[in-house]
């Protein structure tokens, strides 16, 4: 049990922040740095219900894409192919904050004490009034769906229900007691889908990674999940505006588990295990990675 709160860890600090995390012999440090993650854990009693629908089903390995979501998902621009990753390369990206308003963490105790589970949704949703078969309460049953569905071969998944569950999910993940977070940032609060030109590119230690997305919940859940076969880059940026980016990308290199009607696969026009393939995460999205 690591049993910490953290009020705010704030992408802005251009240093980096170190949070250590007490409870075990040793700690466990996690370093925060310029591509830094915004969560808020402190708050009395229930937590200000935020349930918002985000475009984070991309990321889900066995998730089939609509037609509809091809032509209207701005994370559909965020997919590309390993080759194109190269300074001077040009892409039209289009990055969203999937969060906004965003739910907040509970504490772990506070999350172990809810139920977590379809079978209990009704006392899920009186437990936070919401009225159920609202779309807030669909959104709810969607996610609780998604996190019981089981993991595709070679990979491991988790739903983390709090901050100190998602760095023990990350942890033990990587075999490491000392790990990074990081995100996207982009300069700019609000910016089009619109050309940038990459100007640096640094691959991130390690190949076992573990990536974590915002899911639509009355507080704040993420969809993480772990591989051997990725790797992951921080990717300098430069919109055509003038506006920067620093900007994670994760690349696959072993897609064959994947639903063959996949997003990426669709966007990209290749098949299921035939090339790496590779994507940008908005900005509300984690990925782990061992510190060194």
């Known amino acids: 049990m690591l049993g910490f709160l953290i009020a705010d860890v704030l992408a802005e600090e251009k240093s980096g922040v170190n949070v250590y995390v007490k409870g075990k012999s040793g700690g466990t440090t996690v370093n925060v740095g310029h591509g830094g993650v915004n969560v808020n854990t402190g708050h009395k009693g229930k937590p200000r ?45 289009h990055f969203t904050k999937t969060t906004s308003g965003g739910a907040s963490f509970l504490t772990q105790k506070e999350a172990e004490a809810i139920p977590f589970s379809s079978a209990k949704l009704p006392e899920i949703l009186d437990h936070f009034s919401v009225k159920p078969g609202s779309a807030e309460a669909e959104a709810m049953k ?26 023990e999910f990350s942890m033990s993940s990587l075999g490491s007691r000392d790990v990074t977070a990081v995100s996207t940032t982009v300069a700019k609060a609000v910016t089009p889908l619109q050309q940038y030109t990459v100007t640096g ?48 990308a994760v690349c696959h290199t072993d897609t064959r588990a994947w639903n063959p009607n996949h997003v990426a696969f669709k966007v990209l026009k290749v098949k299921p295990g035939s090339v790496p393939v590779c994507h940008f995460l908005p900005e509300d999205h984690v990925v782990w990675s061992r510190s060194g």
């Open 49 to 93: 219900v935020a349930v918002t629908v985000p475009y984070s089903k991309d990321f889900i390995y066995n998730y089939a894409a609509t037609e509809t979501q091809i032509h209207d998902d701005p994370n559909v621009a965020l997919f590309f192919l390993e080759n194109e990753l190269q300074p001077g390369a040009k892409m039209n990206l």
């Open 142 to 167: 969607t996610t609780l769906q998604e996190c019981e569905e089981p993991a595709v071969k070679g990979e491991r998944k988790y739903c983390a229900t709090s901050l100190e569950s998602m760095v």
């Open 201 to 248: 590119v640094k691959e991130l230690v390690g190949n076992r990674l573990v990536a974590c997305h915002p899911e639509a919940y009355a507080y704040a859940v993420f969809y993480c999940h772990a591989t051997a076969t990725s790797k992951a880059y921080t990717v300098g940026l430069l919109g055509a505006d003038g506006v920067g980016a620093e900007a994670v």
